[in-house]
């Protein structure tokens, strides 16, 4: 059974960083990427990054270019996303992801049930 695990959101202040963790089990693919989307209050599901089987390769969404960064350890089969410089309009619903990649929803197969960030002073 494939399952993505979040974990590490929370309430911060607007400047401070964030990091977030997802283990992903059971993937069917060793080739698949890892992306992490986000869905702010009242709006769509957002690309946010995404990092190649081989932690080679990167993709940022334009929100995230600059203050965001992705790792992937294959060892522990684990994805993160180091959020720097928080701002308001970061605040959603982060969702870590697997599946044939790309900047579209579409491109994954596989989701974890997400985990919330609040940015607010």
């Known amino acids: 059974q494939v399952r993505l695990e979040e974990s590490g959101g929370g309430l911060v202040q607007p400047g401070d960083s964030l990091k977030l963790t997802c283990t992903a089990i059971?993937?069917?693919?060793?080739?698949?990427?890892l992306g992490w989307f986000r869905q702010p209050p009242g709006k769509e599901r957002e690309f946010v990054a995404s990092?190649?089987?081989?932690?080679?390769?990167?993709n940022y969404g334009e929100s995230a270019r600059s203050r965001f960064a992705i790792s992937r350890d294959i060892a522990k089969n684990t994805v993160s996303v180091q959020m720097n410089n928080l701002r308001p309009e970061d605040t959603g619903v982060y969702f870590c992801?697997?599946?044939?990649?790309?900047?579209?929803?579409?491109?994954?197969?596989?989701w974890g049930q997400g985990t919330q960030v609040t940015v607010s002073s």
């Open positions: 990092i190649s089987y081989n932690g080679r390769f990167f």
């Open positions: 992801a697997a599946g044939p990649g790309g900047t579209q929803s579409s491109g994954y197969k596989y």
């Open positions: 059971g993937l069917p693919s060793t080739t698949y990427v």
